[in-house]
Nanobody
Framework: QVELVESGGGLVQPGGSLRLSCAASGSIFSIADMGWYRQAPGEERELVATTTSGGIIHYADSVKGRFTVSRVNAKNTVYLQMNSLKPEDTAVYYC???????????????WGQGTQVTVSS
């Protein structure tokens, strides 16, 4: 009923940039937080950046000053601009959104399928 579709991953050299996009579609009444998480091989999934519908933003310490999260509420879309990429940023990046569907008071945490980001020379 709700789908999150990510795009923009790929292979980039250290110091390079990538921009990830995530669009939510389907039966959506409202979206609260939207954001990005990542999971490297053998590691647990970790928060990268999130933004509320009102524009309050939180970043992981490891990406502060290098990554920028932004959101277009009218398009149910969230972006992640990643600059000065490092090899340790290599991971699968997942989009997440807290969604409320019509005629339902409950909030559901929805995930995208993930997009691979590889930083290597």
């Amino acid at each position: 009923q709700v789908e999150l579709v990510e795009s923009g991953g790929g292979l980039v050299q250290p110091g390079g940039s990538l921009r990830l996009s995530c669009a939510a579609s389907g039966s959506i009444f409202s979206i609260a937080d939207m954001g990005w998480y990542r999971q490297a091989p053998g590691e647990e999934r970790e928060l990268v950046a999130t933004t509320t519908s009102g524009g309050i933003i939180h970043y992981a310490d490891s990406v502060k000053g290098r990554f920028t999260v932004s959101r277009v509420n009218a398009k149910n879309t969230v972006y992640l601009q990643m600059n000065s990429l490092k090899p340790e940023d290599t991971a699968v990046y997942y989009c997440n959104a807290q969604i409320r569907m019509p005629f339902n008071s409950a909030w559901t945490s929805s995930w995208g399928q993930g997009t691979q980001v590889t930083v290597s020379s």
